[in-house]
């Protein structure tokens, strides 16, 4: 312990804790608090320690940041995400349930940081998503941004729609969609943090698409970053879609 402390005091705030040593530091299950340290400092420093590991940053927010047994260090959640990158799926997985065991962190702000944070280089990241989605699995199969979409939904007021609907049909493959609303057209797909398209997929997704639009339906897509950070656009737009439709959705006797 007076070993990081000592470091810390050595390299000269600002400096905090990282990685391994943050996660020893906020007991993470499995994770021992023991060199090499890894601390974390503001790039355009020239900070070297020979048996040490010092990581640079181009900013670190406030809600990322705090003082841990006396020592500067990054959050639990920061702390998650930096470890996300070198421990194996086992290991990552037992730290995420200690740390949610624990009242570190919750599965909710965790994924509001990821959404934050994913362009600025989280190699780890796709690795937690894995394994909170191994966590879902056992829930019942829906993941979390199709429960965070049911939740805006419900707290707009909005019509609470079916998931995971067979619609309609291309060539031999039925077309499944997340979210559909009975007596409308409207169904909804939530595209998760992990999406991208390659031209083959493009070519497939356009066709899928405009097979739905064939069949009648009004089809949207929203994606991971857009759920987390712009609920209010989201909510209005599906408002604005079932508009047309309120009368026939509200009643229950149809």
Same mark, same amino acid.
């Given at each position: ?129 894995? $394994?909170? @989605?191994?966590?879902? *699995? =056992?829930?019942?199969?829906? &993941?979390? #941004?199709?429960?965070?979409?049911? +939740? ?75 759920? $987390?950070? @712009?609920?209010?656009? *989201? =909510?209005?737009?599906?408002? &604005?879609? #079932?508009?047309?439709?309120?009368? +026939? ?6």
């Amino acid at each position: 312990m007076a070993n990081i402390v000592d470091l810390i005091a050595d390299i000269g705030e600002p400096c905090w804790a990282t990685g391994l040593t943050a996660a020893g530091l906020h007991g993470f299950d499995g994770v021992p608090l023991r060199p090499p340290y890894h601390v974390v400092v503001m790039r355009g420093r020239n900070v070297r320690r020979i048996g040490h590991v010092v990581h640079t940053t181009v900013a670190l927010d406030p809600i990322d940041r705090e003082e841990t047994m006396g020592v500067p260090c990054v959050s639990p959640t920061r702390a998650l995400l930096a470890v996300s990158a070198t421990l194996d799926s086992a290991a990552l997985t037992c730290v995420l349930d200690g740390a949610l065991r624990d009242g570190l962190t919750t599965e909710d702000f965790v994924h509001r940081r990821i959404g934050a944070l994913r362009t600025k280089g989280r190699h780890g990241i796709p690795r937690l998503l894995d $394994v909170i @989605d191994g966590r879902e *699995v =056992v829930r019942g199969g829906q &993941s979390w #941004l199709e429960r965070e979409f049911l +939740r805006l939904v419900h707290e707009a007021g909005l019509p609470v729609p079916l998931a995971q609907q067979s619609v309609s049909r291309q060539r031999q493959r039925l077309i499944r969609v997340d979210f559909r609303w009975p007596g409308t057209p409207v169904v909804v797909e939530a595209l998760g943090y992990r999406w991208h398209r390659t031209g083959a997929q493009m070519s497939a997704d356009a066709a899928r698409m405009n097979r739905l639009l064939l069949d009648g339906f009004l089809p949207f897509q929203f994606t991971y970053r857009q759920v $987390v950070a @712009d609920p209010p656009m *989201v =909510v209005e737009t599906v408002a &604005s879609a #079932l508009r047309p439709f309120l009368g +026939r959705v509200f009643d229950r006797s149809a």
